[in-house]
Structure formats: C-alpha cells, structure tokens
C-alpha cells in the first residue's frame, strides 16, 4: 500500500479518496466530481490508477472521473485474510460504485479491468451509457480461445511465474514488457517507484499473484456466467462500444480479442496500434484520451 501523500514527484498529483465499506481501505481518484457524464477506469495487472495518470486530464475536461485502485494494489490497503477472486474485486467495484451514486458512466476497461468494470454494466445496465475497453475481454464468444497460446499465459503457467511474481518491487519492469509494454524510453525513477511500491515484500504480492491465476479458475467462470445472463447480456449489446488493441499485446491474442468484442457488439467500432503493446495507457497515451474523447462525443 503506498503513503497517502504520495505524488512520485508531481506525476500522480490527484488527492486520495478512500472507501471503507469494503472491510479494507479502497483507493480511488475523483476528479471533477460536478460533471454530468462519468468515466470509470478501471486498471488491470500488476498495475493502478497511475496506468491512467496522462489521460485523466483530457477525460476531466469531459466529465467525473473516477479511478479506483483494485484491493492490493497501488494505494489501496492489502488485506491478508481475502482470497482475491474476481467476485470479491467485481462485489469491491460495485459497492464503490453504488456508494457513490454514479450514473451516466463510461466504463474505460483495461486487461482484468474489463471482466471487473463490465461486471457494473452486467449487474447494473441502467448506470451505464457505453463502453471503451482496451485489451480486454468482457464477454462474447471466439471460435478458438488462443489465450492459453499466449507467451504471457504460457509463462504464467511456467516453474518461473511464482518467484518472479513475488518480487514485483524488484522486478515490476521486466514482468510488463513481458505482457507488453513498449515505450521504456519514458521510463524514469519516478516511474519504476510508482509501480514497485505497491509490492515492497512477497506477501504484498498476493493480489498481483492471484489475478494470472484466476484464468483458469472454475470459480471465475461460474461468477461471470452467474452475472452474465441472457437478459444481462442483450442490454450490454444495446450499448455503445468501442475496441482498442496494442498489435504488440503479448497477454491477449489480438484476433480472440477482437472476436470476443465482434460478438457481442458486430457494428462497433475497432482499433489496432502497431508498437503498441498491452498498457497502452503507457504507450499510446494521447491516441488512448483522443479516441475516447471522440467516441464520447460521437455516442
């Protein structure tokens, strides 16, 4: 969990919000809190809202914005008694939600953040008025689910992953250019201080651990076809949509990604970034916050 005060030199300088009704202390950011549209971004592994800290000045010229920090990570508090299935992280997003009365929202989904943040405009449509998901799945069907041919989910599965995921404080660099992170010539002090804090020992880790192995779970699959009901699923196609994919992703095959999106939403809207990888909140941080802006304006 890192310090309240925080701002890693000016480069994450939005005041801490906390939630406490999650029996843990959950970290968000609320920006422009007046505005009449919402915007809800949700990050993914192994990383927090500081993944979205160069897009949400374009986003709060549009509206609220709201970023919460996931149960063990960034500056949200680690509890040790949890189990971190993704029910507890969906039942954790929408009791934020809930408690702070959002509507109008625009969901802007990132990797585990599209199964999570989804699960609002799955268990809650009437809050939510459209989509931006950004290498992620958050429902439909492929012909061929490629995930496990990935070199992220092969490495996941491999005697490497435990000791190396235990460690992120030391190694959190080299683990995202292994999922896919492509713009290191950005990376300075600030920015490896940033992402390493939240895992200053192994047993901080245990979120960041959790989430690869989630994938694969029974219990994962059972919650998520619990929550996506047929009802569920036809007012979700009833929303606006849009895709976004970094061609050089090497969590989530692009064409099962892109597949998944196509079935739920076969008029929507999609976009691949060549050298851009899995992060593009890292990568291609102005294209991101353009792309949404107009897809905002547009729907």
Not at 230 to 251: C, F, N, W
Request: glycine content about 6%; charged content about 20%; overall charge negative.
């Amino acid at each position: 969990m890192i310090e309240e005060s925080e701002t890693f030199q000016g480069t994450w300088p939005y005041a801490p919000h906390y939630f406490d009704g999650n029996r843990f202390r959950m970290h968000y950011v609320d920006e422009n809190p007046q505005g009449e549209e919402t915007f809800l971004c949700v990050h993914g592994e192994p990383t927090w809202g500081y993944l979205y800290r160069n897009i949400i000045p374009s986003l709060a010229r549009l509206g609220r914005v709201v970023v919460p920090d996931h149960m063990g990570f960034g500056k949200s508090e680690t509890p040790h008694e949890r189990q971190y299935t993704i029910e507890e992280h969906c039942d954790n997003l929408q009791n934020l939600v809930l408690e702070l009365d959002l509507s109008n929202i625009t969901l802007v989904l990132q990797d585990w953040g599209g199964p999570i943040g989804s699960s609002i405009a799955y268990r809650h449509p009437q809050l939510v008025r459209r989509l931006c998901i950004m290498d992620a799945v958050v429902g439909g069907r492929a012909a061929n689910n490629t995930v496990r041919e990935s070199p992220w989910f092969k490495w996941v599965n491999s005697p490497a992953f435990l000791p190396t995921a235990s460690n992120l404080g030391s190694n959190i660099l080299s683990v995202m250019k292994r999922v896919g992170f492509e713009r290191t010539a950005h990376v300075d002090e600030n920015w490896v201080r940033a992402y390493a804090a939240p895992f200053p020992t192994p047993e901080d880790c245990v979120a960041a651990i959790r989430f690869p192995q989630c994938i694969a779970d029974r219990e994962t699959v059972d919650f998520l076809k619990k929550i996506r009901t047929a009802e569920a699923i036809t007012s979700l196609k009833q929303k606006p949509a849009m895709y976004v994919h970094g061609e050089e992703d090497r969590a989530l095959p692009l064409e099962f990604s892109i597949e998944c999106f196509k079935d739920l939403w076969p008029d929507g809207p999609v976009v691949t970034l060549p050298g851009v990888g899995h992060f593009l909140q890292e990568d291609a941080p102005e294209a991101v916050a353009a792309m949404i802006s107009q897809f905002v304006q547009m729907t």
